[in-house]
């Protein structure tokens, strides 16, 4: 027959195995300890804003080297970037000059971008009449009047960089190259809206508009340009406020206007 522990066994064991946990968790606490050392926090290295010994001026922080310029910030050609150059004046100027050759990849890539960013507001024929005019807003440029006609080609890179009126700026949308295409694809649309027929090179075959939009189903496309009735008109501008975001236009240096101050009266003697 099998003998049953007793109480007093049980108590003895769950004595020793206290006893014995005790042991282990002090022999990890004191190698944990014995391992704590200062070495990663304390390194020998400059945080930031903070002063050093190691250099003679005893700042941490090291100056820029003089005349340095970040990776993708040279931006040498001036005109490239800008779309403007300095004026025998002093002051800026726009220039009706592409800063590199346009290709037809050049043209296709304007078309590309101007069809996404402008062609809401300016129509995909740039006349001013997009999809915003038919919801209540104002028309946007037209760039086949006279206007936009004698404006060179760097004025509509300055407007994308910069903004118009109630038009924002897209240097963020449009990288330069970007901006200077879609500027030469402007221009390929006035020439489309106000070509003639010696413009066509001998051999080419010539086709009416009107011809080809009812041929794709759409006549409406060749017909004259509306301004829908929802569209707002734009009040006439107001001198006295200035233009709105006006682009290059050498002004006069600003007035300067010294206040008037009365002389003050002699001391009493």
Known sequence: MRKQPSALSFQLSASRAARRGALLTGLAA???VAGC???MHNQPKVRSQRGSEFFADH???RPQVANTVARGQL???SYFYTGVVQAANGYREEKDEMPF?????VLKRGQERFNIYC??????V???LGEIVQRGYKPAANYHDQVRLSQPISHYFYVMTHGYGAMPDYSAQLTPEDRWAVAAYIRALQLSQAAKV????AGVEMRSLKEIATESGHPEFAQPWTLPSTAILANPNDMKQGNPALAPANPAPPEIKIPYSKPAAPAAR
Do not use: Y
């Open 37 to 39: 050392r200062q070495d």
């Open 126 to 128: 740039g006349n001013g």
């Open 59 to 61: 700042r941490g922080a």
């Open 119 to 124: 062609s809401p507001c300016h129509s995909r």
């Open 198 to 201: 010696e413009d066509i090179p």
């Open 75 to 77: 931006h040498e050609d």
């Open 101 to 105: 050759p346009v290709t037809l990849d």
């Open 30 to 32: 004191m190698l944990l």
